[in-house]
């Protein structure tokens, strides 16, 4: 084992960063947190920072900051075309790193970067963790990389204070999902079903197993993404889950628009719209579901 990885078992506890310090306010009210992804530069780094603080400002909990990849395995029809929008406009992870800086002085949302791991390995595991503290990122989840293969990444992005998140599927083990907890922070983040990400009618019914059997798993709080899409889901995940995460359906808002300020207008409705379903499920959440713990 590497030094490196061996630093990631030495870890101890830091002061609660941004995401674990939201969910524990959300905890306190019982309400469920709404995770809302954006693509960094679609259509332009500029206009993101707008449609990123009407966001922030309507009520989102936490804020994803896709970073455009020219492969987006993970991601449906709706992501690919903002991803694709984005790389012609020139947006690197360097300048969604800038863009994460200036959000930085207009908000405390916590910023999580979604991205793929092939533009953290050419900018560096070292540089990379270094730049995205400095720019004032709270955690980072790469999507095409697993905990087997992260001791270096983890120790890392753990060594600048960030918090790893990773993925579980409806299709991992009681024992894999127990793994992948092992190496999250902040938030273990459950794909609500198997393919891509995308709007969808409806939840899908083996989800409360799925979210039961995280829970065994980790004390973390639990967010679900991939197909939460309509304030339907968001009331019923109130029952399930400590958060909703919601994408494609925001991404769609900025494909539509036809200026900044309507992109950052529509996004900003549907996030109030999303928040006002998210607390209406208050009343169903109890102390039985374990929910928003951070330790």
């Not at 995308?198 to 993404?225: H, K, N, Q």
């Not at 200026?259 to 207008?265: I, N, Q, R, V």
């Amino acid at each position: 084992m590497s030094e490196a990885a061996k630093s990631v078992s030495r870890e101890t506890p830091a002061v609660p960063g941004r995401i674990s310090q939201r969910f524990a306010e959300l905890a306190e009210r019982g309400e469920l947190g709404l995770v809302a992804y954006l693509t960094a530069g679609d259509p332009t780094l500029a206009a993101s920072e707008e449609i990123v603080l009407a966001a922030a400002e309507a009520g989102a909990d936490v804020i994803e900051l896709g970073v455009p990849f020219s492969d987006p395995m993970a991601d449906g029809p709706i992501i690919q075309r903002a991803s694709e929008r984005a790389l012609r406009s020139g947006t690197t992870l360097a300048g969604v790193l800038q863009l994460a800086a200036r959000l930085r002085l207009k908000t405390d949302v916590p910023l999580v970067l979604f991205t793929y791991f092939n533009p953290i390995l050419q900018a560096g595991l070292e540089n990379f963790a270094r730049d995205a503290a400095t720019a004032g990122v709270d955690g980072v989840l790469v999507t095409d990389l697993t905990p087997e293969e992260a001791d270096e990444y983890r120790a890392a992005i753990r060594s600048r204070g960030l918090d790893t998140i990773f993925l579980a599927a409806p299709t991992s083990t009681d024992a894999r999902l127990s793994l992948i907890a092992a190496a999250t922070t902040g938030f273990l983040y459950v794909i609500s079903r198997t393919g891509v990400t995308g709007v969808r009618d409806a939840l899908p019914e083996d989800l409360p197993a799925l979210v039961r059997r995280a829970r065994v798993a980790t004390r973390l709080p639990i967010a679900v993404g991939f197909g939460i899409s309509l304030p339907t889901h968001v009331s019923v995940l109130g029952g399930i889950a400590d958060a909703a995460v919601v994408g494609s359906a925001i991404v769609a808002q900025v494909e539509k628009a036809a200026t900044t300020k309507e992109a950052a207008d529509s996004v900003r409705e549907l996030i109030r719209t999303l928040k006002r379903a998210a607390r209406a499920g208050v009343s169903r959440r109890g102390s039985e579901l374990g929910g928003g713990q951070t330790t």
